[in-house]
Nanobody, 120 residues
């Protein structure tokens, strides 16, 4: 299986910034799209941002203009730069990677999540 490990979460005040990282590891796989999702208590998981292998991005309206997603294909790592954080951004942030094993079987892998807490 493809394993994803997130890092960079923490507690910050409103207006501050955090940078999340997610590294993928495994063998015999190719990653297509990587992204970030978040889930607040009592709510469903929602998309934050995704980035394709070619660099095309999709950003949720709620974070557009504040968050930036990027990736390092050599390290198979995706980043989420989170600026101007708001209390509403408080959630567990999950990394996701979609791709294909070299045997042709597709996969969608998830990290364990990293907590982001923004205080006012």
């Amino acid at each position: 299986q493809v394993q994803l490990v997130e890092s960079g979460g923490g507690v910050v005040q409103a207006g501050e910034a955090l940078r999340l990282s997610c590294a993928a590891s495994g063998i015999l796989f190719r990653v297509n799209t990587m992204g970030w999702y978040r889930q607040a208590p009592g709510k469903q998981r929602e998309l934050v941002a995704t980035i394709s292998s070619s660099g095309s991005t999709n950003i949720a309206d709620s974070v557009k203009g504040r968050f930036t997603i990027s990736r390092d294909n050599a390290k198979i790592t995706v980043y989420l730069q989170m600026n101007s954080l708001k209390p509403d951004d408080t959630a567990v942030y999950y990394c996701n990677a979609d791709g294909t094993y070299f045997n042709g079987v597709g996969f969608s892998s998830w990290g364990q999540g990293t907590q982001v807490t923004v205080s006012s």
